[in-house]
């Protein structure tokens, strides 16, 4: 750890950005003023390693942010609902205390319970934090307590938790250290450069060793630029192509059929459905866009490297597979390969998607979902599918049922977001944004800048950042557990989203001791004993550390293998990895692919990305951020087959559009993106000229398994509107 400077003192916190890394980073704090200085990466956390990405380098930038929320606010009165120009959108609204807007929010959510029953109240929230108290503790008990509709959190990553989940029974992978002993390393929809940066280090210091890196991804990438190889199948294919490498893998007997023997139920069918016909990698290919020579090469690869004793094949699938119609089924698919040639009996072998799972963290305790049998309701609380907000705001009535995951109900009548950029974030946000319009609609916003979402509020209360509460952390993407101390005060009046569900709690239900816990109860409590565990935790030296890496079972060498052996598989129904039903290879209904009356009438297939410099959309706001993008301007880049066949060229300001919407942005010919392929960054609606953002393209369409939001299964049609080159050079010359 660094020497405090004279006068300060370092604070172990955690970024609880919604990142697979979850970086410890040691802040300075001058003792006399009590500000921080300085925020570092912590140099003994085992994946920080002492650097910190771009987008939290400069934090301290967004902590002390001129245009932080630092006082809760409500609407003025005849004030309608929207975006003021920017600069300006405090004009809707007037300051008011914590008390004030405590007492609103609860005098106005019970008598909305009252009248239209408690499930008319939906809190929506994502992952503005990970943190496990502010995802998900003192909020949930509010929500449980009331009988609140339940809000199914699948923005992100349940198709592929799920679809994981099925084929392992649980989720845990390599550790990124060990992806330093690789031979062959397959990134698979995964943006490991922009998005998962702590990784990189250790994949090139396999490269140093002769490893090879091939990453599979239709954008080209910062990761697919540094490879060794990029595959740039076209979106939506993955399941095919993964059973097109099984084909060669089963055909050339490369696969352990004594380890699936042991270890596998239904590998006898997926073999001979792996084997079929149209899984030969010449079929594949004029699906996939990827050559029958080239599968052929990787699936031999693959399954040679995954079979030697010497160093391993591992695969990084990312979430980028599973945000297509066919998503649960492609982690399904690919995460087969490894049981195939049983890479998983090689140190750091094997798949790594999350290990969300293995953290032994109470959260039922902490979120407390016993509490809906005591509310009004008295029993469990339906629940609605985030990805269908736009539907649940607009359509959703006792007589109407909008879709097939949401049986008619009560109508929302009051929304509760928090953690979550809704208004840009959401699919199908033409459609979410006519519910935040609603004028019967009471919305609060608890966040820490004036996002699109809290130009819809009724009321705005202002949030904390990770160096102003304590919390305690787990990661998605490694195993070292963490705990976050709180390193500064709260800037302005902000108060931490146990701080505000709390003081809501105790306010709506005086005397219930379960709402006054501290954050240090709550932590302790999530920390405390249950049932057995798969990996175990020393809590006196999380405490003293700040960071404890996870215990895992061991072999006799004293490694942790995962599902290396029948042992690991305890939580599948039937003890082994379950490969039924086989995998099917399945066109999304808005892809080329398909038949669909979708694909005839608008015929480019559209990726609406993230930015390497954004959190999705958290940092958009900030300049230094977008000077990092280098283009302020929303870009749409495009191959040149497709624009020219439109007279298009860069530069030019270009109308993209599907049945759902219709954006405007500027034209950049390039190779990111190959012929039938165009993409685009998520970014604040209000940036936009026209003030909207690429989600008002995408669909509420779910994803075949988890019920996943399928953002990168959008078909849209482009054309120009007019020419004109107000593009920078320096932007053009990136490619
Ligand atoms: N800089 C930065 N870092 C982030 C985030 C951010 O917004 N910016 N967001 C965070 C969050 S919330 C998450 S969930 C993670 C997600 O990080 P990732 O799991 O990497 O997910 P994505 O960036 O959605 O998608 C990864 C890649 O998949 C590609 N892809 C799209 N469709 C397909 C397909 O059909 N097949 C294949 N093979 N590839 C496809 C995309 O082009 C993209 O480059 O990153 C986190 N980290
Ligand atoms: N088109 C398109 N849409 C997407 C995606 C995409 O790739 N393309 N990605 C999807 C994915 S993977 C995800 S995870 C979602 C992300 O959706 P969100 O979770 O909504 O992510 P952000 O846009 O980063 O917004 C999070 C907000 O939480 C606030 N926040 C941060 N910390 C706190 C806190 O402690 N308390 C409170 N109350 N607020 C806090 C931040 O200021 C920020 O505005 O977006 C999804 N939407
Ligand atoms: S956003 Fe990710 S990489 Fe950046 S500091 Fe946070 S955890 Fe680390
Ligand atoms: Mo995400």
């Known amino acids: ?98 008390d004030t807007a405590i007492d609103l929010i609860a005098e106005k959510l019970a008598a909305i319970a009252q009248e239209h029953g408690p499930e008319s109240i939906l809190p929506y929230s994502y992952a503005g934090t990970i943190g496990q108290l502010g995802f998900g503790s003192m909020d949930r008990r509010l929500f449980h307590r009331l009988g609140a509709s339940q809000l199914d959190r699948t923005i992100c990553s349940s198709a592929g938790g799920e679809a994981l989940t099925r084929v392992y029974g649980t989720r845990v992978g390599p550790t990124p250290q060990e992806f330093a002993l690789a031979k062959l390393i397959l990134v698979w929809g995964g943006n490991v450069h922009g998005n998962n940066i702590h990784l990189w280090p ?56 004594a380890y699936l023997r042991d270890c596998a139920d239904g590998w006898e069918q997926l073999r001979d459905h792996a084997l079929k016909p ?52 492609a982690v399904r698919a690919v995460s087969m390969l490894p049981l195939v040639t049983s890479s998983w009996k090689q140190r750091g072998g094997g798949v790594l998607l999350s290990m969300s799972k293995v953290f032994p963290f109470a959260s039922e305790k902490l979120q407390m979902p016993e509490l809906m049998r005591q509310s009004p309701l008295g029993r469990d609380a339906r629940v609605i599918n985030m990805n269908e907000l736009g539907l649940a705001l607009t359509e959703l009535s006792p007589t109407h049922s909008p879709s097939a995951t949401m049986p008619a109900g009560p109508v929302v009548k009051a929304l509760v977001v928090y953690n979550c950029n809704a208004a840009a974030v959401a699919p199908d946000s033409e459609r979410v944004l006519a519910g935040l319009r609603r004028d019967d609609l009471f919305t609060v916003v608890h966040e820490q800048f004036f996002t699109d979402t809290v130009d819809y509020a009724d009321i705005v209360l202002p949030a904390t950042t990770f160096l102003e509460h304590e919390e305690l952390m787990g990661s998605y993407g490694h195993r070292v557990a963490q705990r976050s101390f709180k390193a500064i005060e709260p800037s302005g009046e902000a108060r931490s989203n146990v701080g505000f569900f709390g003081a809501l709690g105790q306010r709506m239900f005086p005397g219930e001791a379960i709402f006054e816990a501290t954050e240090k109860e709550l932590i302790a409590q999530a920390l405390s004993p249950r049932g057995p565990t798969l990996a175990t935790i020393d809590v006196e030296a999380l405490e003293r550390d700040g960071q404890f890496e996870l215990v895992l079972p061991k072999n006799e060498q004293g490694i942790t293998l995962p599902f290396s052996t029948p042992a690991w598989f305890a939580h599948t129904r039937s003890g082994k990895a379950e ?48 000077q990092m993008e280098r283009r302020s301007e929303g870009m749409l880049e495009m191959h040149e087959t497709d624009a020219s066949a439109r007279g298009i060229a860069t530069g030019d300001r270009v109308s993209i559009f599907n049945a759902r919407g219709r954006i405007t942005l500027t034209a950049r010919i390039g190779s990111s993106v190959g012929a039938g392929v165009v993409a685009a960054r998520l970014d604040w609606q209000k940036l936009a000229e026209d003030g909207k953002n690429v989600n008002a393209l995408t669909s509420q369409r779910l994803t075949d398994i988890g019920g996943g939001a399928t953002f990168y299964s959008t078909l849209v049609e482009v054309e120009k509107i007019a020419a004109n080159s ?9 490619d």
């Open 202 to 257: 250790f994949i090139e210091q396999a490269r140093r060793n002769g490893a090879r890196l091939i990453v599979i991804d239709p954008y080209r990438t910062r990761t697919a630029a540094l490879a060794d190889e990029h595959l740039q199948i076209n979106p939506g294919t993955d399941t095919l192509l993964a059973l097109a490498m099984m084909h060669v893998i089963f055909r050339d007997g490369l696969a352990d059929e």
């Open 278 to 329: 149209e899984h030969t990698p010449e079929r594949a290919a004029a699906i996939t866009g990827i050559a029958a020579d080239v599968i052929e090469r990787l699936a031999r690869a693959y399954g040679l490297q995954s079979r030697s004793t010497e160093a391993s094949a591992v695969i990084r699938v990312n979430y980028g597979i599973q945000r297509g119609e066919g998503g649960g089924t």
């Open 579 to 626: 490969l039924l039903p086989v995998p099917e290879f399945i066109a999304p209904i808005e892809s080329r692919s398909s038949e669909s009356h979708e694909a005839k009438s608008f015929p480019l297939e559209f990726l609406p990305r993230k930015a390497d410099n954004y959190m999705n959309t958290t940092f958009a706001n900030h300049a230094v951020h977008q």
């Open 726 to 734: 107000r593009l920078e050079d320096e932007a053009m010359a990136a």
């Open 1 to 98: 750890m660094s020497q405090p400077r004279p006068n300060s003192h370092v604070v172990h916190t955690v970024c609880t950005h919604d990142c697979p890394d979850s970086c410890g980073v040691l802040v300075t704090v001058d003792s006399l003023t009590g500000r921080a200085t300085k925020v570092q990466g912590d140099p003994a956390h085992p994946v920080t390693r002492g650097f910190l990405c771009g987008k939290v380098a400069r934090y301290l930038d967004r902590v002390y942010a001129p245009d932080r929320l630092l006082y809760p606010m409500r609407r003025k009165p005849g004030m309608p609902k929207g975006p003021l120009p920017q600069g300006r959108e405090a004009e809707a609204f007037e300051r008011i205390s914590w």
